[in-house]
């Protein structure tokens, strides 16, 4: 009786100490988040959520258990960059290329996106305690039936949500992309060039398509997502797999972590937003305002009085 | 909170400066040589990218010879390897007005055997647009015979790595035995103003069927079709394989890599290589410098430790394309 007491005993402080353990971790983890959120974040930031399978495989698990894996990463991943008051995130769910894999995998796939898309918002839950906004971007009408209801209804529920963008790429393909956007550019410029055709009768006008149209014409950035500040592609690979090539491009900070998706957390994050931090107190990055969503205000450099003037979407920061 | 909470957060960043450094140092004294250049690898690239970065604070006369310095060695190394294809990227263009330069170089590159033909590189320059007005009667459209690319393509020819004894006897005049290299140098223009240029082509390439046909159509363009503008004999080829290489390693290497601008079509299944811990605090010792000196010490050539690592670590890359 004296043994069991003691073992019971000896279980039941170890399991308290654990518990006081997690909870200052918890303490700790969201005082870390505040302290960085005190400097320059980026208004933008893109995830390539690669190494559910390899994650699956190296844990002896199936692969669609690897897709939960992930899919719990996200949310913790999006409740970091909430804190830190990042309004707009956007993760690469599904290529279009991705329905080549097995069918068994793509069912499971499917049937993970009905079920969390609808956990996401519901009432309560992250997308709702956070005020985000859901885009589903990409090729929707690829999907299965069942898959492009969860997607309406998912929209539907956070359509009226303000304070920040989640962009839910799926099925997605950069390339697909930039093609679209060029069809409606062209298309644009037709219809106003059969309207006017010629200014005074003589001249024909020329037909007005620029860079900055087409970047317009993206189906991510007619969501109303601001110019992409930082893409992070997870698992080690070093390549972009054909997302947000147009966005990522120019003027947009690559990480490339050797974490897989499953295992991408709090630390792995940290050193991302300090580097962005440097990169804007060092001038090699301009801090950005939202045009559409949330009141920030744009943080000051180092402190020191500065002036600021709205160029765009970006604002340039100049100190004194 | 958020002035309460700033000194923690220069507290971190010393901290991270800090680990930052010691694991650089770590990994300077644990990193193993690439493996030689002409080693046998897994794979090679048969289009290599190489996009260079420039820096404001090197002077313009350091950065082009550096640039060039580099180019020099890179096309040496391609023909060394057996790449196929190489670009050469600048968002600023300095390397397109240097391509005279380049062309004399690479026509001067030692050849292996005294019994070979001189060789002429081919150079292919945009074709000029004719001369334009705005009339509507007009059969062409006012940006000319669609959109031209506007960078510089060099043919450079070189002897194969190994010849047999009856190849020594022969004169090389056979182009067979020649291996070519071909080279794109572009800058930001080839990026996504050549791609607005494509689309103003579309626009008027459709505007001209609709007149032909005498009716409204609505205009629809897909993947490959925009691919062969783009890719195809007036655009760019996807690069297989890319060095970030930066002209001042020292500025650049602490912090994030960018892609400055390159062609982003092209871009979509290119592995990116960057050496981050070349040169990584030299400028932080140098600060006292003038910077003229400053400029010299610190900008960076291309260097064969880096194109060997570069090597090295797209031999070991996995494809996997979606499956």
Redesign the interface.
């Known amino acids: 009786m004296f043994l069991i007491s003691f073992l019971l005993s000896f279980v039941l402080h170890g399991f308290a100490f654990i518990c006081r353990k997690l909870g200052i971790t918890l303490l700790a983890q969201r005082f870390l988040l505040r302290v960085l959120s005190s400097g320059p974040v980026p208004q933008h930031v893109a995830f390539v959520m690669d190494g559910n399978r390899r994650f699956a495989r190296m844990h002896g698990k199936q692969v669609p258990e690897g897709h939960g894996e992930g899919y719990l990463a996200l949310k913790r991943v999006l409740e970091i960059c909430l804190r830190l008051r990042i309004r707009c995130v956007s993760v690469y769910a599904f290529a279009i290329d991705n329905f080549k894999r097995s069918p068994e995998e793509v069912d499971a796939l499917m049937n993970l996106a009905q079920s969390k898309l609808l956990e996401l918002c519901e009432h309560g839950e992250l997308l709702d305690q956070y005020g985000v906004k859901l885009n589903v971007v990409g090729r929707t009408e690829l999907f299965p039936d069942f898959v492009q209801a969860a997607v309406k209804r998912a929209e539907d529920l956070t359509k009226n949500n303000l304070e920040s963008i989640l962009n839910i790429c799926m099925p997605y393909a950069s390339r697909d992309e930039i093609t679209t956007a060029v069809e409606d550019c062209v298309q644009e410029a037709l219809s106003r060039h059969s309207t006017t055709g010629t200014d005074d009768g003589t001249n024909v006008l020329p037909m007005d398509i620029t860079e900055d149209m087409i970047t317009s014409h993206l189906m991510s950035m007619q969501r109303g997502s601001p110019p992409l500040d930082i893409l992070v592609r997870t698992s080690g690979v070093t390549r972009l797999s054909d997302y947000m090539l147009w966005q990522c491009c120019e003027h947009t900070q690559l990480h490339f972590s050797p974490a897989y998706w499953p295992d991408f957390g709090l630390f792995d994050f940290v050193p991302i937003i300090l580097q962005w931090q440097r990169a804007v107190w060092f001038g090699r990055k301009q801090a950005t305002v939202p045009s559409t969503y949330g009141n920030r205000t744009t943080h000051s450099s180092r402190g020191r009085s500065v002036e600021r003037k709205v160029v765009g979407r970006r604002v340039e920061v100049e100190s004194y | 909170?958020?002035?309460l909470?700033?000194p923690?957060?220069l507290v971190?960043?010393f901290l991270?400066s800090l680990t930052v450094l010691v694991l650089s140092v770590w990994r300077r004294l644990r990193q193993f040589p690439p493996l030689p250049l002409k080693a046998s690898r897994q794979r090679i690239p048969r289009h290599l990218a190489i996009l260079f970065v420039t820096d404001s604070e090197i002077d313009l006369s350091t950065t082009e010879q550096r640039l060039l310095e580099s180019v020099d060695r890179s096309v040496k190394w391609c023909q060394a390897v057996g790449i196929e294809q190489l670009t050469l990227y600048d968002s600023d263009g300095i390397l397109l007005r240097c391509s005279e330069s380049i062309r004399k170089f690479v026509v001067s590159s030692p050849i292996q055997k005294k019994e070979l033909e001189p060789v002429n590189p081919v150079i292919n320059y945009p074709p000029t647009p004719p001369l334009s007005d705005?009339?509507?009667s007009?059969s062409l459209s006012?940006?000319g015979f669609g959109a031209s690319f506007p960078g510089v393509k060099i043919t450079a020819l070189s002897a194969p790595k190994k010849q047999s004894k009856q190849h020594k006897r022969r004169l090389a005049s056979n182009k067979d035995d020649l291996k070519t290299l071909n080279i794109n140098i572009v800058s930001r223009d080839a990026?996504?103003?050549f791609?607005?240029e494509?689309?103003?082509s579309?626009?008027?390439s459709?505007?001209r069927k609709?007149k032909i046909d005498s009716g409204?159509s609505?205009?629809?363009?897909?993947?490959p079709v925009?691919?062969q503008h783009l890719e195809g004999p007036n655009g760019l080829s996807a690069p297989d394989f890319m060095i970030v290489h930066p002209v001042h390693p020292s500025k650049y290497n602490?912090?994030?890599?960018?892609?400055?601008?390159?062609?982003?079509?092209q871009?979509?299944?290119?592995?990116?290589?960057c050496n981050r811990l070349r040169k990584k605090y030299r400028s932080r010792l140098m600060w006292f410098l003038p910077l003229e000196i400053r400029s010299a010490v610190l900008s960076s050539s291309l260097t064969e430790w880096e194109f060997r690592e570069a090597l090295d670590?797209y031999a070991g890359?996995?494809i996997r394309?979606?499956?």
Do not use: D
Not at chain 2, 218 to 223: A, N, P, Q, S
Not at chain 2, 256 to 264: Q, R, S, V
């Open positions: 909170m958020g002035l909470a700033y923690f957060l971190l960043h991270y705005y009339s509507e007009r006012p940006e990026s996504k103003p791609l607005a494509m689309a103003r579309l626009a008027w459709e505007r609709q409204p609505t205009f629809r363009l897909t993947v925009l691919e602490r912090l994030p890599m960018e892609l400055h601008g390159f062609p982003p079509w871009i979509r299944l290119t592995e990116i290589y670590q890359a996995e394309l979606g499956r």
